[in-house]
């Protein structure tokens, strides 16, 4: 029975979500592109701790986690999975925000290689906002869907593409929002060069897809909220 719980998601019913933080810390860690023996530098500890932390389930001391959520740019709450299952922004705004524009070197930082982002469509049934799993590749946004799904519907248009993230704890986060054209790519040497890189960055929903959407931004912008100490 533990076997099955471990290969459980963390927001499916009866899983732990505290158990999985491990795979939380890699995600983050790779996220921001630092390896072990970097992440061991910034906390103080050894490259080995890193790899258990990673590989193995089991407690760890509360300053520990603190400098590793510190390293990693996020917050304890996060990396536990503590607000797993809580829409963003339900915290208190924190005393003297500022709201600050971001420029587009910034912005294509934040979005990094990869991640999860959400696209805007417009449709016969109207409007609509869908979450894929995209990378960016040479200045362009680009996602896999299918031809009966919702974010095909991109193709031949101009669309909207966001990213985000909210840190609860500080009341701080930032927003990205790529506009332009998007279109399919069916080419068999531009498909090869989108999946090479990251082959492992398959749709969170499953399912086959097998059709590359690209968007070529003719603006991005992003913002980000944040919080003076005085």
């Known amino acids: ?31 921001l592109g630092l390896t072990r023996t970097e992440l061991a530098l910034r906390t103080g500890s050894a490259p080995g701790y890193i790899e258990y932390v990673e590989t193995k389930p089991g407690p760890h001391g509360s300053s520990f986690m603190l400098r590793l959520a510190n390293a990693l740019e996020t917050t304890v709450n996060e990396l536990t999975g503590g607000a797993v299952d809580l829409p963003p922004g339900v915290g208190r705004a924190a005393n003297h925000p500022e709201l600050v524009e971001l420029g587009q070197e910034e912005c294509w930082k934040l979005i990094g290689s990869h991640g999860v982002g959400r696209v805007v469509v417009s449709s016969e049934q109207g409007p609509a906002v869908f979450p894929v799993n995209y990378i960016c590749t040479e200045g362009e946004i680009a996602y896999k869907t299918s031809v009966d799904s919702g974010p095909v519907d991109a193709a031949g248009h101009e669309t909207a593409f966001e990213v985000d993230h909210i840190d609860e704890a500080f009341s701080r986060g930032w927003s990205v929002l790529v506009v332009g054209r998007a279109r399919t790519v069916t080419e068999p040497e531009v498909v090869q060069r989108l999946e090479a890189p990251h082959s492992s960055t398959t749709p969170w929903a499953g399912g086959r897809r097998n059709l590359w959407i690209v968007l070529t931004p003719s603006r991005v912008t992003g913002r980000r909220i944040v919080v003076h100490d005085h």
């Open 1 to 31: 029975m533990a076997a099955d719980r471990s290969r459980r998601g963390p927001s499916e019913p009866g899983a732990d979500a505290r158990g999985d933080i491990g795979r939380r810390v890699a995600a983050r860690r790779e996220y």
